[in-house]
């Protein structure tokens, strides 16, 4: 019951249905551990959650339907804090409920002093905000940093898709920088491609794409609250045709709003899902033979951006990011400054020789 409240109130939030999901997993693999190992989920203790985080990566994983015999598998320790971080607001929000003690939630984090302040952040006017409540409970993990692809695995990328659908979909996500549940849920009314729009309603001139945040029946969800729209290539509006060709010779997808459908499997006509595009993408990258997720591509609109001198502001409006900080994963120096610094330095002391 209590699990449920919690997966309906992310419901309710708006939360996406792959972070429900997601969440619903982590959540029951806690209260299993807890009913393996007589603990009382509502009042576990530090102690006894400390025990779970360890055990997260100290227990095998269960084998993928292999028959012969493989080698263990084990969750890493960035992916065991997740799922306790999952954890904390299970029981964080069990508390807003009355259903589990505000001594229990007080153990789950502590004081920490802010010595190094992120970007815009306040500190207060006599630091009174450097102190802030931090989790208790966490492996100390180095960040990894974004995974993109270059111009040449992107272009592989493209080469290998067998249908102009997914010619559409691997491109726009690589030039418009959108998150895979935004371009899952497009409309065919959000597809301005024409020089001037005027006759659709919309005054922004060029070929371009609107992003809007909707309930829709695949699930998919914009994860902005705040409509934007993107400025697409002639490249793209040219794909995006092939693809309406190659979408009108299915009769189901006919009076389907959605842009993206099925058309070569069963049911024909319905909206791709979550699980449709990671099937494509793993297809794909075994075929490339280097990873290819859609987020990857996100990532590589946005470093192909920053890279290329536009301001961080327009690529922020870009990807939809409401805090600049969101910016900073995609601000490091590329091997070509790193070694032009290097060897910058190494001429100016060849020349005081």
Avoid at 84 to 102: K, P
Avoid at 192 to 220: D, E, K, M, T, Y
Avoid at 231 to 255: G, M, N, Q
Avoid at 297 to 316: G, I, S
């Amino acid at each position: 019951m209590e699990a449920c409240a919690f997966l309906a109130s992310l419901r309710m939030a708006s939360r996406s249905i792959n972070t429900e999901r997601t969440y619903a997993g982590r959540v029951a693999l806690y209260l299993s551990y807890c009913v393996d190992h007589g603990l009382d989920w509502k009042k576990p203790g530090l102690p006894a959650l400390a025990r779970f985080l360890h055990w997260m990566v100290d227990e095998p994983l269960p084998p993928k339907g292999a028959k012969k015999p493989v080698e263990p598998r084990h969750r890493d320790k960035g992916t065991a804090d997740k799922i306790m971080t999952t954890v904390c607001g299970f029981l964080v929000f069990c508390s807003q409920q009355g259903w589990v003690s505000a001594e229990t939630v007080a153990q789950l984090s502590e004081q920490k002093y802010l010595s190094y302040l992120p970007e815009g952040y306040d500190p207060g006017e006599d630091g009174q905000f450097r102190t802030v409540r931090a989790k208790a409970l966490k492996f100390g993990v180095a960040v990894e940093g974004y995974e993109w692809l270059n111009a040449e695995q992107f272009a592989t990328l493209i080469g290998l898709t067998r249908h102009a659908r997914d010619r559409f979909l691997v491109t726009l996500l690589g030039v418009t920088g959108m998150r895979i549940g935004e371009a899952l849920g497009l409309r065919r009314e959000d597809m301005h491609f024409l020089s001037n729009s005027a006759g659709l309603g919309c005054q922004i001139l060029g070929p371009h794409v609107h992003v809007r945040r909707r309930v829709n029946s695949n699930g998919a969800l914009a994860k902005a609250r705040m409509p934007r729209w993107i400025p697409v290539t002639p490249e793209l509006v040219t794909y995006y045709a092939d693809y309406s060709f190659e979408r009108d010779a299915v009769a189901e997808a006919a009076d389907v709003d959605m842009v993206f459908v099925n058309l070569f499997r069963a049911p024909l006509g319905r909206a791709m899902t979550y699980h449709n595009a990671k099937d494509l993408f793993d297809r794909l990258a075994k075929k490339a033979g280097f990873p290819a997720r859609p987020h990857m591509l996100r990532h590589t609109a946005a470093t192909t951006w920053v890279r290329n001198k536009v301001p961080r502001d327009v690529v922020q409006n870009l990807m939809g990011h409401v805090a600049a900080s969101s910016m900073e994963p995609y601000v490091h120096a590329t091997d070509t400054d790193k070694r032009e610094a290097v060897e910058r330095v190494a001429a100016i002391r060849r020349g005081q020789a």
